[in-house]
């Protein structure tokens, strides 16, 4: 700090309060002083701060449904490689789709001294976080319900369930169902919006009977499928709204002789493998962590949205003319 305040022509205290996000600095002597910090390669040691001011080492908790589910162990990955950086642990928690036991886990890692938690957020009311003032929360890939004022990282699900739904319009395809999860979560409602929103652009009316919702694991959604198939004007394409429904597509169509087409939300490691690849709305994981890592240690005030954009890779599957 000494070596920053001598750099930028200002005092140490002017640089305290700017490391520190203090307020009474001008935006140009904040500037100046980011300014130094940078040309001279300095970065906050966050654990170092920590014992400054009488605390623990940083530990970070992440709270999540599913650690065995591909996208949140990648994500546990991402999220340990971004907290590396600020000298901080990381501990985690699957609450396995109980709401109970996600604020069971909540409650357990704030008692004992973790009180900065990233949360994939159940579709239950979050409201009793209220009762934990002390607690810093930032909430990943879903709004959670019954808070005002948080801080989200999500994915730009809506534009991701149009490209997808456009994808397979583009290839002829007007029959087209809607595999997806509990919509009262914000990430597959906002997929499902951008489905609708495809069809309504191509002026084709929405099937309620090939929307299907609430199906979680791919045994269920393998019986979906085939149920739709089985339709007297069965669909031509698929939009699965996580990558679990992706691999329920994939288990049915084994024992059939159609093969329409679809298109997968979420990345996975075997998409590549199959013949054809899946076609997918992928995104970069770990820019999702970093935004996350880097809104809790940020002291600013909550109530604050990043969207990580999406990007369509095609790989065959979603390419799949109708009959």
């Known amino acids: 700090m000494v070596d920053v305040a001598r750099h930028a022509g200002v005092s140490l205290k002017t640089v305290s309060r700017v490391v520190n996000h203090e307020p009474h600095v001008s935006a140009a002597l904040r500037q100046r002083v980011q300014a130094s910090i940078s040309a001279l390669g300095f970065r906050r040691n966050e654990a170092a701060s920590r014992l400054a001011r009488g605390a623990t080492m940083l530990t970070l908790g992440l709270i999540m449904e599913n650690i065995s589910n591909e996208f949140y162990s990648r994500l546990a990955k991402a999220v340990e490689a971004a907290a590396a950086g600020h000298e901080a642990l990381v501990v985690f928690g699957s609450y396995e789709e109980r709401p109970e036991r996600e604020r069971m886990l909540v409650e357990s890692m704030y008692a004992r001294g973790v009180d900065e938690l990233i949360i994939v957020p159940s579709p239950a009311d979050h409201s009793w976080l209220a009762e934990h003032p002390g607690l810093r929360t930032v909430f990943v890939d879903r709004v959670p319900a019954g808070l005002e004022r948080a801080d989200v990282v999500a994915l730009d699900d809506a534009r991701g369930g149009r490209m997808a739904t456009e994808h397979l319009l583009a290839r002829g395809h007007r029959r087209i169902a809607l595999i997806s999860d509990d919509d009262g979560l914000s990430s597959v409602h906002d997929r499902a919006r951008g489905y609708r929103a495809a069809l309504a652009g191509a002026g084709v009316p929405v099937d309620e009977s090939l929307v299907v919702r609430g199906v979680f694991d791919p045994w269920r959604v393998s019986g979906e499928v085939t149920r739709l198939l089985d339709l007297p004007a069965p669909p031509t394409a698929f939009f699965a709204t996580n990558n679990r429904a992706a691999i329920g597509i994939l288990q049915a169509l084994r024992e059939r002789p159609e093969r329409p087409a ?28 970093r935004s996350a890592v880097d809104l809790l240690l940020d002291r600013s005030d909550a109530g604050r949205r990043v969207k990580v954009p999406v990007e369509l890779v095609a790989r065959g599957s979603g390419e799949v003319p109708p009959p």
């Open 262 to 289: 679809y298109v997968g939300f979420d990345d996975f490691a075997l998409a590549e493998v199959f013949s054809p690849g899946v076609t997918v709305v992928r995104y970069d994981v770990a820019r999702l962590a």
